[in-house]
C-alpha cells in the first residue's frame, strides 16, 4: 500500500509540475504577472512568497494551477495581465502546458535508454526462459538449449521456431536441439491457446541489452513519443467514433497501475510515467472548455472576431466544459471500483 501512495503521489506529482511550469515560465517570458503557482487544489499544506509570486503546495494532488493576473475578466486590469498580451502570447502560453507534457517523456525515456539500455529479443533459436506446466517444460527442455531442426525440418532462427509452433497446435513435433555440445531429440505437442488463438509451448528468447549513446538516446526517446502519441491519437479517435470500447481510467485506476509498476522497479515507473505524461497532454489539447484546448479554441475565436467573448458567454462555456469533465471523471472512478472490485 506505501508504495502504491508513494508511487502515485509522484508520478502525479511530476506530471502535474512539469505540465504548470510550461505555463509559469511561458507566462513570464511573455511579460504577465503570476500571483500563484500551486501544486494541488484545496486548502494549502506549504506555500512560500517569492518576488512576486507564490509558490504552493495544496492537499488534493489532482492537478494543480497558475494564477495569471487578468485570467478572469472581472478583475483590475493592467499592462501584465493575461487579457492584455496579444493572442499570439496568450496561445502560446496556454499551449506550452502540454507542450512540456511532450517534453518530460523524451527526457525520461532518454534516460531509460541510456543508463538502463533498451531490452530487445534475441532472433537466435536459443531459449532464454521457460514456463512451468507448459509443454516445454514438460518434454524436458531448458534454458539455454539450441534448438536445431522440428519435423527435420532446419531451424535457421527464433522466428523459425515460432513459426513452426505456432502452426502446430495438437500435433506431435519431433525437436532436435543441442545442450552443451550434445545433440538431443524430444516430441512435444503445443497447446493451442484461445487469447492468441495460435499452439504455444511456454518458452520465451534470450534477451539482449543494447546501450545506446547520449545522442542515440535522445532520438530513440524523441522517436518512441512520437510513436506513441500516433497511436494515442488514433485511439482517441477510434473512440470517439465508436470503433473501439471508451476503456478509460481515472484517479483510482491511475494510482493502481502506479504502484504495480513501482513493484517492478524504478525503470517501469519512468517508463509509465513517460506514458502518462503523453496522455495528459493529448487530453489537454482536447477542444473542451475549461481544458487547454478549450482555451486555445476561446482565443481563435476572439482572433477571428477581433474581440473576446463576453463574460456571460464564457461563464456558460466554462460550465459546460466543467460539467463534462466531471461526468466523465465520476464514469472512470466506477469503472475504476468495479475492476478493483473483480
Not at 484545496?42 to 517569492?50: A, C, Q, Y
Not at 502546458?97 to 527526457?107: C, D, H, Q, R, W
Not at 522497479?265 to 472548455?289: R, Y
Amino acid at each position: 500500500m506505501s508504495i502504491t501512495v508513494i508511487a502515485t503521489i509522484f508520478v502525479f506529482g511530476l506530471l502535474i509540475f512539469v505540465h504548470e511550469l510550461g505555463h509559469f515560465v511561458t507566462a513570464k517570458i511573455v511579460g504577465m504577472r503570476v500571483d500563484e503557482f500551486a501544486i494541488g487544489f484545496g486548502p494549502k499544506l506549504l506555500s512560500r512568497k517569492h518576488g512576486e509570486t507564490l509558490y504552493s503546495l495544496r492537499i488534493i494532488p489532482l492537478g494543480g494551477f497558475n494564477k495569471i493576473a487578468g485570467m478572469d475578466p472581472e478583475e483590475e486590469q493592467d499592462e501584465r495581465s493575461f487579457s492584455a498580451k496579444p493572442i499570439w502570447a496568450r496561445m502560446l502560453v496556454i499551449v506550452a502546458g502540454s507542450a512540456m507534457n511532450f517534453v518530460l517523456p523524451i527526457l525520461l525515456l532518454a534516460g531509460v535508454f541510456f543508463y538502463a539500455g533498451i531490452d530487445t529479443p534475441s532472433n537466435e533459436a536459443i531459449i532464454g526462459s521457460i514456463l512451468p506446466d507448459k509443454p516445454a517444460a514438460r518434454a524436458g527442455l531448458m534454458t539455454g538449449d539450441k534448438i536445431l531442426a522440428v519435423n527435420e525440418h532446419k531451424i535457421d532462427s527464433w522466428r523459425d521456431f515460432v513459426d513452426n509452433i505456432q502452426g502446430n497446435a495438437g500435433n506431435q513435433l519431433n525437436v532436435r536441439y543441442e545442450r552443451h555440445g550434445e545433440i538431443n531429440n524430444i516430441t512435444l505437442v503445443p497447446e493451442f491457446d484461445q487469447k492468441a488463438n495460435k499452439g504455444i509451448v511456454g518458452i520465451m528468447p534470450q534477451i539482449q541489452n543494447y546501450r545506446p549513446g547520449l545522442l542515440e538516446s535522445i532520438g530513440l526517446a524523441v522517436k518512441q513519443t512520437y510513436l506513441v502519441t500516433v497511436s494515442m491519437i488514433i485511439g482517441i479517435g477510434q473512440m470517439i467514433t465508436g470503433q473501439i470500447a471508451a476503456e478509460v481510467a481515472g484517479p483510482i485506476g491511475v494510482a493502481q497501475m502506479a504502484g504495480e509498476f513501482a513493484q517492478l522497479g524504478v525503470i517501469p515507473l519512468l517508463q509509465f510515467a513517460a506514458f502518462l505524461s503523453i496522455n495528459l497532454g493529448l487530453i489537454n489539447l482536447l477542444p473542451v472548455p475549461v481544458l487547454d484546448g478549450g482555451h486555445i479554441v476561446t482565443l481563435a475565436v476572439e482572433g477571428v472576431r477581433g474581440k473576446p467573448l463576453s463574460s456571460s458567454k464564457m461563464q456558460i462555456v466554462q460550465m459546460i466544459g466543467f460539467v463534462l469533465l466531471m461526468l466523465l471523471l465520476i464514469m472512470a472512478t466506477f469503472k475504476d471500483v468495479v475492476r478493483l472490485s473483480g
